[in-house]
């Protein structure tokens, strides 16, 4: 079974494999679906080869594993066009190993995929406030998702919660992907999840119940369609009006917010893409080093060009806070909400 997914121009996503790993990306990004003869720039396989290939000698191949499940992730040469990558996973449930490989190698992949057709995969959130396109840049666990998912229940467009593209000319596109929601949503996003399906929300709940018998052990993130939330998928592009970085610190006190450069966004940016590529560096090593890197220089110079002239805020918040007084005090200050 094949599809394709544009992301944007001359970002195409072809995937491979059995009906269950092709359906699984579809649930993903089924909003930019296309023909899926559409010139890829990138090609996942998961399972056998496409068409039958055999994946080539020239291939790296790394095995690992997550708790439960494992994956052996196999990358092509990056040097050729279109970027490819086999992957394989084992364990249970199999939707968890393919959703950390999504995380992990399918969209990092993607973000190199994205600098050759002129853009920037960021690990962001976007968010139409009343004064124009917020853009949240953030690391993993900083709160993106809970402020998108509270944002969209007040009825605000979002444009992605974790990931959103971006070109030289500061054109931000939405990016479809389901939202990430673990249990404390019910107390980080009250309202937001009163709105969700009440199954939804039973599964949210008896997530919450596993992640405590199991002291943390079993504690993966629900996806979530947009829609639940009143979410729809508007492709045209926005331009920025301001700019946050947000960094949940363990030596603050209370919620800062102070002025920032546009070199300083652009350093966060990269310490957040250079964080998400992690596993894939790891996977492709000393072969991959370059191209990453050459990456990185690319991205810096796609991002100080699509942010010249946007407002950025440095927003730091204490790491000890509750994720109900963070999340709330956070979009506060963000201009999202009234203050509590």
């Given at each position: 079974?094949?599809?394709?997914?544009?992301?944007?121009?001359?970002?195409?996503?072809?995937?491979?494999?059995?009906?269950?790993?092709?359906a699984q990306l579809r649930s993903e990004y089924g909003p930019c679906e296309v023909a899926d003869d559409a010139?890829?720039?990138?090609?996942i396989v998961f399972g056998s080869p496409m068409s039958g290939r055999a994946t080539p000698p020239d291939a790296i191949g790394v095995t690992g594993g997550h708790k439960t499940v494992t994956w052996r992730i196999t990358l092509?040469?990056?040097?050729?066009?279109?970027?490819?990558?086999?992957?394989?996973?084992?364990g249970w449930p199999a939707s968890f190993a393919r959703s950390l490989v999504q995380g992990y190698v399918v969209e990092p992949l993607l973000s190199i995929a994205a600098v050759r057709s002129g853009h920037v995969l960021l690990p962001g959130a976007a968010i139409v406030?009343?004064?124009?396109?917020?853009?949240?840049?953030?690391?993993?666990?900083a709160g993106k998702s809970t402020i998108a998912a509270r944002a969209l229940a007040s009825g605000q467009r979002v444009l992605g919660d974790d990931q959103v593209l971006v070109d030289a000319a500061g054109r931000w596109r939405p990016f479809p992907r389901r939202l990430r929601f673990y249990p404390d949503l019910a107390v980080a996003a009250p309202t937001a999840f009163a709105r969700l399906r009440p199954g939804t929300r039973r599964v949210l709940r008896l997530r919450g119940v596993v992640a405590t018998a199991t002291g943390g052990f079993v504690r993966p993130s629900l996806a979530v369609d947009p829609g639940e939330l009143g979410g729809t998928w508007e492709p045209e592009p926005v331009l920025a009006t301001r700019i946050a970085l947000v960094e949940r610190?363990?030596?603050?006190?209370?919620?800062?917010?102070e002025p920032a450069t546009t070199e300083?966004?652009?350093e966060w940016a990269r310490q957040v893409l250079v964080e998400q590529r992690e596993r894939l560096a790891s996977i492709g090593g000393a072969t991959w080093r370059p191209s990453l890197q050459a990456t990185a220089l690319a991205e810096a110079d796609l991002l100080l060009a699509a942010m010249a002239g946007t407002l950025v805020n440095a927003v730091v918040v204490p790491a000890g806070w509750s994720a109900a007084e963070g999340i709330a005090r956070t979009a506060a200050a963000l201009g999202l909400e009234p203050g509590p």
């Amino acid at each position: 079974m094949t599809a394709a997914f544009a992301f944007a121009p001359g970002l195409v996503l072809r995937v491979a494999g059995p009906s269950s790993a092709v359906a699984q990306l579809r649930s993903e990004y089924g909003p930019c679906e296309v023909a899926d003869d559409a010139p890829p720039a990138l090609d996942i396989v998961f399972g056998s080869p496409m068409s039958g290939r055999a994946t080539p000698p020239d291939a790296i191949g790394v095995t690992g594993g997550h708790k439960t499940v494992t994956w052996r992730i196999t990358l092509g040469n990056p040097a050729n066009e279109p970027l490819c990558a086999w992957v394989s996973t084992g364990g249970w449930p199999a939707s968890f190993a393919r959703s950390l490989v999504q995380g992990y190698v399918v969209e990092p992949l993607l973000s190199i995929a994205a600098v050759r057709s002129g853009h920037v995969l960021l690990p962001g959130a976007a968010i139409v406030a009343d004064d124009g396109l917020l853009v949240v840049i953030g690391r993993s666990r900083a709160g993106k998702s809970t402020i998108a998912a509270r944002a969209l229940a007040s009825g605000q467009r979002v444009l992605g919660d974790d990931q959103v593209l971006v070109d030289a000319a500061g054109r931000w596109r939405p990016f479809p992907r389901r939202l990430r929601f673990y249990p404390d949503l019910a107390v980080a996003a009250p309202t937001a999840f009163a709105r969700l399906r009440p199954g939804t929300r039973r599964v949210l709940r008896l997530r919450g119940v596993v992640a405590t018998a199991t002291g943390g052990f079993v504690r993966p993130s629900l996806a979530v369609d947009p829609g639940e939330l009143g979410g729809t998928w508007e492709p045209e592009p926005v331009l920025a009006t301001r700019i946050a970085l947000v960094e949940r610190r363990a030596d603050a006190v209370t919620i800062a917010v102070e002025p920032a450069t546009t070199e300083r966004a652009v350093e966060w940016a990269r310490q957040v893409l250079v964080e998400q590529r992690e596993r894939l560096a790891s996977i492709g090593g000393a072969t991959w080093r370059p191209s990453l890197q050459a990456t990185a220089l690319a991205e810096a110079d796609l991002l100080l060009a699509a942010m010249a002239g946007t407002l950025v805020n440095a927003v730091v918040v204490p790491a000890g806070w509750s994720a109900a007084e963070g999340i709330a005090r956070t979009a506060a200050a963000l201009g999202l909400e009234p203050g509590p």
